[in-house]
């Protein structure tokens, strides 16, 4: 009886503390149950207010620091997904102290972890500059740059991504990014092998050098355009896509930027990318070229060297929309320096499709665009302004000028181009063309009026075109005031004339031929 009574009380034992213990396994299993289903449910935007009124945060927040490194991972992935939802959410994410959490289980949880909270970080940073602000607050930046030197490709990754959403906002947010020693690190994460480590490293650097001259020397000075130049061929569209993007923010600052481009021979390989299937590259490219064209004559020359004008061109021809803006802007950067420049670009067909945009883009940026580069291309002789001229640029400019639905500064834009070309216009009956559009403004006549004054009197047969057209007639039309420079113009334009002839085309020569003949009879 009593070894019995002894086999009893360990079974007794036992069985309470596998109850003991069950309670625990269930409430393990219901919190991994839990967090897992929050996770999957954030992932739908319809669920996210629900989510949210009902005290998610508070409840994920502990979870953070459970002892099960499973539910820790779910908890931050979730907590990410609500985050990435809205400023609002992020909002309540830094409200709720959950950053220094995250920030101090990075130094030393797994993998798996650390990729979680650094997609926390990321979802917070990317919404403003305050939030940014936030995560730099929290300490984020140094525990973030030491996972840049993780094994795991997945860590680096994320940490380079919030990295670059924190340095995207502003030069200041972008400074001490680069103070916490992060951009030696992209560079290396750039020769990576991996190839998403690589896009979101260029990215990253990318989002460093847009801000300022000295942000962007940071990322020369690290070696960055050495490893990111060979890239503008890989096979990626998505790597090319940051890289070429990267290549012209570090570009555009200044000359010796932009010829540090130049040097790691980027031409003409980026020129390839302004045919790429994606058109994502073939914008980012334009604008790399863009940004290294507008600085000096010579590195304009070097892209026209490189066979960029018809590159350019095709670009132009191809694209629509926003896409077309780069390529319509480089093309009146490199015709703006000189007159051979600009001969390159009107030689390889550029100004029809420029004209062509000018003519169809429905966005007024575009347009204005269009108008400067025609501009720039027209202004430098007769010869180049003739070119301009020929196609109906002038006429288009000025019909785009005068319609009520044109911005102030697209206006701006088409008078400019109007006037720069038309001074160097030689050609009469261009001028005249331009002179007998309906309803010219009296400030585009002004000018159109001074280039026929100065044509007219060295081009005798010229002057017997200019009556036959009804050039001279609608001058005589002008209501030109007593010593306005208008009244200068059209004296002058009538000096080339017999005083008959300009009797007869006066307004009121019909009335005194009447009135003779009522005196007469």
Same mark, same amino acid.
């Given at each position: ?5 002894? %086999? ?19 409430? #393990? ?43 820790? #991972? ?7 997904? @609500? ?5 609002? @959410? ?53 525990? !973030?740059?030491? %996972?840049? &030197? ?22 200041? !947010? ?11 690190? @992209?560079?290396? %994460? ?146 703006? *320096? ?60 000025? #019909? ?22 038309? &001074? ?22 002004? *000018? ?21 057209? /009804?050039? *001279? ?9 007593? /010593? ?38």
């Amino acid at each position: 009886g009593a070894s019995a009574r002894a %086999c009893v009380v360990p079974a007794v034992a036992m069985s309470s503390t596998r109850a003991v213990l069950a309670v625990f396994e269930k409430y #393990q299993k219901d919190r991994v149950t839990f967090v897992q289903t929050v996770a999957e449910l954030a992932t739908r935007s319809q669920n996210i207010e629900v989510l949210q009124s009902a005290g998610v945060m508070a409840l994920l927040r502990p979870l953070l620091l459970d002892n099960v490194p499973s539910i820790q #991972q779910s908890a931050a992935l979730a907590l990410g997904r @609500l985050a990435n939802y809205s400023d609002d @959410l992020a909002e309540a994410v830094v409200n709720n102290e959950i950053l220094p959490q995250l920030v101090y289980s990075l130094s030393e949880q797994n993998r798996f972890y650390k990729k979680a909270a650094a997609f926390v970080l990321r979802a917070v940073a990317k919404h403003s500059p305050p939030l940014a602000q936030a995560v730099v607050d929290s300490e984020a930046l140094d525990s !973030l740059v030491l %996972c840049l &030197e993780e094994f795991d490709p997945g860590v680096k990754e994320a940490a380079a991504w919030a990295l670059g959403y924190i340095a995207g906002h502003n030069k200041e !947010l972008a400074s001490t990014v680069v103070d916490a020693g992060a951009v030696g690190l @992209l560079v290396l %994460c750039v020769q990576e092998p991996d190839l998403n480590l690589k896009r979101i490293a260029a990215s990253a650097l990318s989002d460093i050098a847009k801000h300022t001259p000295e942000l962007a020397q940071s990322v020369v000075d690290a070696g960055a355009v050495a490893y990111l130049a060979p890239l503008v061929v890989a096979h990626d569209s998505k790597l090319k896509r940051q890289v070429c993007a990267a290549l012209g923010q570090i570009a555009k600052h200044s000359v010796d930027l932009a010829e540090v481009v130049v040097e790691a021979e980027v031409f003409p390989k980026i020129l390839t990318c302004l045919k790429d299937a994606d058109g994502l590259v073939r914008k980012h490219a334009a604008t790399a070229v863009r940004e290294v064209a507008k600085h000096t004559p010579e590195l304009a020359q070097l892209i026209v060297s490189n066979g960029g004008v018809g590159a350019l061109v095709d670009y132009v021809q191809e694209t629509e929309g926003n896409n077309s803006l780069p390529g319509i802007m480089a093309l009146g950067f490199i015709a703006a *320096f000189s007159e051979t420049l600009a001969q390159a670009v009107i030689t390889r067909k550029g100004i029809a499709p420029l004209f062509a945009a000018l003519n169809e883009e429905p966005e007024d940026h575009i347009k204005s665009a269009s108008a400067w580069s025609l501009g720039q291309m027209g202004r430098h002789s007769p010869d180049h302004a003739k070119a301009v001229a020929d196609v109906g640029v002038l006429a288009k400019l000025v #019909q785009v000028h005068n319609s009520e639905a044109s911005s102030e500064d697209l206006c701006k834009k088409c008078k400019r181009a109007l006037k720069s070309v038309v &001074e160097k216009l030689t050609d009469l009956k261009a001028l005249d063309k331009i002179l007998q559009e309906p309803n010219l403004p009296e400030e585009i006549v002004k *000018f159109v009026l001074q280039q026929i004054s100065k044509v007219l009197p060295n081009d005798p047969a010229g002057r017997h075109d200019f009556v036959t057209s /009804g050039g *001279f007639a609608a001058v005589q039309q002008l209501d030109a005031a007593s /010593g306005s420079k208008l009244k200068e113009h059209v004296d002058v334009i009538n000096s080339c004339y017999p005083e008959d002839v300009v009797k007869y085309y006066s307004p009121n020569y019909s009335k005194e031929l009447l009135e003779k003949l009522s005196t007469m009879s």
